[in-house]
């Protein structure tokens, strides 16, 4: 796990270098206390959820057929 500190208005890049495409740019709006506000830029090929939403979603999924895209990734890793 990669740890960064960021104040408002700082972003961070996900993504493959070289691959401008393909990448997620997350930036803080606002801290609150305890709560950071998140803002979240990504092609509209990115699906972003949040972490138990993803979770639920592909459980679902996986109780029916697995995806080919989610198939190739399982070989890929095995």
């Known amino acids: 796990m990669l740890l960064l500190t960021r104040k408002k208005q700082e972003s961070v890049v996900i993504g493959a270098p070289g691959c401008p ?9 606002g801290i609150n206390g305890k709560q ?7 092609d509209g ?3 972003i959820q949040r972490w138990e939403l993803w979770q639920r979603i592909n459980s679902i999924q996986l109780e029916g057929s697995i995806t080919a895209e989610c198939e190739a990734v399982l070989v890929s890793e095995s």
């Open 45 to 47: 090929e990115v699906s």
């Open 36 to 42: 950071v506000k998140l803002g979240f830029e990504a």
């Open 21 to 29: 495409d393909v990448q997620v740019r997350v930036t803080i709006l």
